[in-house]
T-cell receptor, first 110, second 111 residues
Framework: SQTIHQWPATLVQPVGSPLSLECTVE??????LYWYRQAAGRGLQLLFY??????ISSEVPQNLSASRPQDRQFILSSKKLLLSDSGFYLC?????????FGQGTRLTVV | QKEVEQDPGPLSVPEGAIVSLNCTYS??????FMWYRQYSRKGPELLMY????GNKEDGRFTAQVDKSSKYISLFIRDSQPSDSATYLC???????????FGKGTKLTVNP
C-alpha cells in the first residue's frame, strides 16, 4: 500500500533562517506531488506541484521554492523565512484522481 | 466566480442529526469529486470519491453529485461527536491536472 511521510511535524524557526521540509512517498511510482499551505479559515493554498523529477510548477510567487530530486521525494525550501510564512504545510500525492495527504508540518516563524 | 464554492460554516448539530454539506462549482470540465475529512492539526483524509452523477454510499456517509446543476453534497447520517472535523470538497479533471479544493466546512457534533 502507498504511504506518505512528511517531517517534521512541528517547527519553530526565527525570521531570516532557512527552511527545508521533506516529503517522501512509498508504494507507488511517478506520482504527482503537491505542497499546500493551510491558514486558519482560508482553506488549502496550492504552492507547488510536480508531475515528474525536476518538473515544478509554482502557483504562488513568494520566497519559497520546491525541488523534486527523486521520483518520490519532494522538498519545500526557503532561504530566508518571513513571519508571513507561518502556517500548516501539507504534502500530498496523486496518480490521476484522488490525492492523499501527509500529516502536515506546523511552521511557526518567530 | 470561484471554481469551487463551499460554505465555511461553522455548522453545529446535536448527536444523531443528519448533516448535509455542499459545494458548487463552475467548471463543467470537472469529472471526479471527493470529500475529505480533516481533524484539527492533522492532514486531510480521503472520505469519499465519486466519478459520476448520482449517489455513493459508504456506511453513514453518502456522496451525491449532480453534474447538471454543478452541485455536490455529503450527507452524514446518525452523526457522532467523532464526526466533528472540517470537511473539504475537492474536484479534478483527470490526468496531471491539479485538484481544486473548497475552503472547508467546520462541523461540530454535540453529544
Amino acid at each position: 500500500s502507498q504511504t506518505i511521510h512528511q517531517w517534521p511535524a512541528t517547527l519553530v524557526q526565527p525570521v531570516g533562517s532557512p527552511l527545508s521540509l521533506e516529503c517522501t512517498v512509498e508504494g507507488t511510482s511517478n506520482p504527482n506531488l503537491y505542497w499546500y499551505r493551510q491558514a486558519a479559515g482560508r482553506g488549502l493554498q496550492l504552492l507547488f506541484y510536480s508531475v515528474g523529477i525536476g518538473q515544478i510548477s509554482s502557483e504562488v510567487p513568494q520566497n519559497l521554492s520546491a525541488s523534486r530530486p527523486q521520483d518520490r521525494q519532494f522538498i519545500l525550501s526557503s532561504k530566508k523565512l518571513l513571519l508571513s510564512d507561518s502556517g500548516f504545510y501539507l504534502c500530498a500525492w496523486s496518480r490521476t484522481d484522488e490525492a492523499f495527504f501527509g500529516q502536515g508540518t506546523r511552521l511557526t516563524v518567530v | 466566480q470561484k471554481e469551487v464554492e463551499q460554505d465555511p460554516g461553522p455548522l453545529s448539530v446535536p448527536e444523531g442529526a443528519i448533516v448535509s454539506l455542499n459545494c458548487t462549482y463552475s467548471n463543467s470540465a470537472f469529472q471526479y469529486f471527493m470529500w475529505y475529512r480533516q481533524y484539527s492539526r492533522k492532514g486531510p483524509e480521503l472520505l469519499m470519491y465519486t466519478y459520476s452523477s448520482g449517489n455513493k454510499e459508504d456506511g453513514r456517509f453518502t456522496a451525491q453529485v449532480d453534474k447538471s446543476s454543478k452541485y455536490i453534497s455529503l450527507f452524514i447520517r446518525d452523526s457522532q461527536p467523532s464526526d466533528s472535523a472540517t470537511y473539504l470538497c475537492a474536484m479534478g479533471k483527470g490526468g496531471s491536472e491539479k485538484l481544486v479544493f473548497g475552503k472547508g466546512t467546520k462541523l461540530t457534533v454535540n453529544p
